[in-house]
């Protein structure tokens, strides 16, 4: 993507350390701009997973997209922008100006009626479309790594709720279901049991589950 021209800065959503996420217009379409903060290359873990909290949004996001897995259990994926100007877009991208490197962003879906699963009353009906949505994730050869429901959004919708995990920017991706120093199925284990754990916290506050 290069017609720059055409994006415009709407409000900011979210602010962290790594990124901040505004709401835009693109094309004319309202869509959710996750830009990152590009610092030096980090490199990967010992176990070799990527490092770089932008690398790892974007190649999920592809992966899922190849799958068919965006729109339903994930944000819609549109695509990158790379190597912003943040003198161009000021003051929205004010906090990118001091930077080393350019910032790079992602364009996803934008849900204006979602809210996060924490702020809502929990239900025991939210369990069977969470896990099914994980799953959708898993068959991509994707593990979230951060599988908790404060990255869980919950879409009101004629048909019923939709599901949508959100935040993928420490996620592992699997390229034909295998990975150096790592095992797809373990790590699907691994990950359906913190959100087990975690689900059933929401159902039973004041308990502790393994």
């Given at each position: 993507m290069n017609k720059l021209q055409d994006l415009v800065f709407l409000e900011r959503i979210h602010s962290?350390?790594?990124?901040?996420?505004?709401?835009?217009?693109?094309?004319?379409?309202?869509?959710?701009?996750?830009?990152?903060?590009?610092?030096d290359d980090p490199g990967l873990a010992p176990d070799g997973r990527d490092l770089c909290r932008y690398r790892c949004e974007?190649?999920?996001?592809?992966?899922?997209?190849?799958?068919?897995v965006?729109?339903?259990?994930?944000?819609?994926?549109?695509?990158?922008?790379?190597?912003l100007d943040p003198f161009a877009f000021e003051p929205h991208l004010q906090y990118f100006t001091d930077d080393k490197y350019l910032p790079c962003a992602i364009l996803l879906e934008w849900l204006p009626d979602a809210r996060p699963l924490g702020d809502?009353?929990?239900?025991?009906?939210?369990?069977?479309?969470?896990?099914?949505?994980?799953?959708?994730?898993h068959q991509a050869g994707v593990?979230?790594?951060?599988?908790?429901?404060?990255?869980?959004?919950?879409?009101?919708?004629?048909?019923?709720?939709?599901?949508v995990w959100i935040d993928f920017d420490v996620s592992i991706v699997f390229v034909g279901g295998k990975r150096p120093?790592?095992?797809?199925?373990d790590e699907i284990d691994m990950e359906n049991q913190l959100i087990r754990s975690s689900l059933l916290r929401l159902e039973f506050p004041g308990r502790e589950f393994d």
């Open positions: 962290s350390e790594a990124s901040q996420i505004f709401r835009v217009s693109f094309r004319g379409t309202e869509c959710c701009l996750k830009v990152f903060h590009m610092d974007t190649q999920s996001y592809r992966a899922l997209h190849a799958h068919d965006c729109g339903k259990g994930v944000l819609r994926f549109y695509g990158t922008l790379e190597n809502l009353e929990w239900s025991p009906q939210l369990v069977k479309p969470i896990y099914a949505a994980l799953g959708q994730i593990i979230h790594n951060d599988a908790y429901p404060k990255n869980i959004l919950v879409v009101p919708g004629k048909q019923g709720q939709r599901i120093k790592m095992n797809l199925d």
